[in-house]
């Protein structure tokens, strides 16, 4: 089975910073790689998917970036309501899928 | 709008059996793949299983095969997870979410419910 690892598992940042978390897989996913954006209590809900493509109707400071085993989430200014935790997630074939272990973004 | 309703968590013995339904909303229910997600308590997300629209191919996580059953009834707009020989460590949030009409198409986990609780304890 492919493995995902975040990093960092959790982070501290303000308002307005530039946040930048990895992922990296075991094994060469291409760009089959999505992240989702969890709040406590709620259903996660996709930002982006296929390495770099922004789901329609999400904020464009979001991206991501990579290819490959090494990936990227940045979220370019923070904003209040991205304090969440963020998961990546590998759907290289459509047998099984795996998740990293998520990170949490915290206010410093 | 498209929306997922799950329903059929409960508390359930060690070794007993649970069905999670789901029911469908918003889209041609026939035309997706369909997948269930779980999340233990205070845990990340688990991916469990994977089911096309014709459910010619499903898959599972290795800890759930031979145990869970993923299935569909396109007619009633369905999803379903029957989950028997429950173990404590199966108790999390179970999510049924749309994925693909067409793989490797847009979002592989694109919209989830708000997910049903499933407790193992004796």
């Known amino acids: 089975d492919i493995q995902m690892t975040q990093s960092p598992s959790s982070l501290s940042a303000s308002i307005g910073d530039r946040v930048t978390i990895t992922c990296r897989a075991s094994?060469?996913?291409?760009?089959?790689l999505s992240w989702y954006q969890q709040k406590p209590g709620k259903a996660p809900k996709v930002l982006i998917y296929a390495a770099s493509s922004l789901k329609s109707g999400v904020p464009s400071r979001f991206s991501g970036s990579g290819s490959g085993t090494d990936f990227t989430l940045t979220i370019s200014s923070l904003q209040p309501e991205d304090f969440a935790t963020y998961y990546c997630q590998q759907s290289y074939g459509s047998r099984t899928w795996t998740f990293g272990q998520g990170t949490k973004v915290e206010s410093k | 709008e498209v929306q997922m309703v799950e329903s059929g968590g409960g508390v359930v013995q060690p070794g007993g059996s649970l069905r999670l339904s789901c029911a469908a909303s918003?889209?041609?229910?026939?035309?997706?793949?369909m997948s269930w997600v779980r999340q233990a308590p205070g845990k990340g997300l688990e991916w469990v299983a994977n089911?096309?629209?014709?459910?010619?191919?499903?898959y599972y996580i290795g800890s759930v095969m031979g145990r869970f059953t993923i299935s569909r009834d396109n007619a009633k707009n369905s999803l379903y997870l029957q989950m028997s020989r429950l173990r404590v460590e199966d108790t999390a949030v179970y999510y049924c979410?749309?994925?693909?009409?067409?793989?490797?198409?847009?979002?592989?986990?694109?919209?989830w419910g708000q997910g049903t609780l499933v407790t193992v304890s004796s």
């Open positions: 918003g889209f041609t229910f026939s035309n997706y793949w």
């Open positions: 089911l096309k629209p014709d459910e010619s191919e499903k």
């Open positions: 979410v749309r994925s693909w009409a067409n793989p490797n198409i847009g979002p592989p986990l694109d919209y």
């Open positions: 094994q060469s996913i291409r760009n089959y």
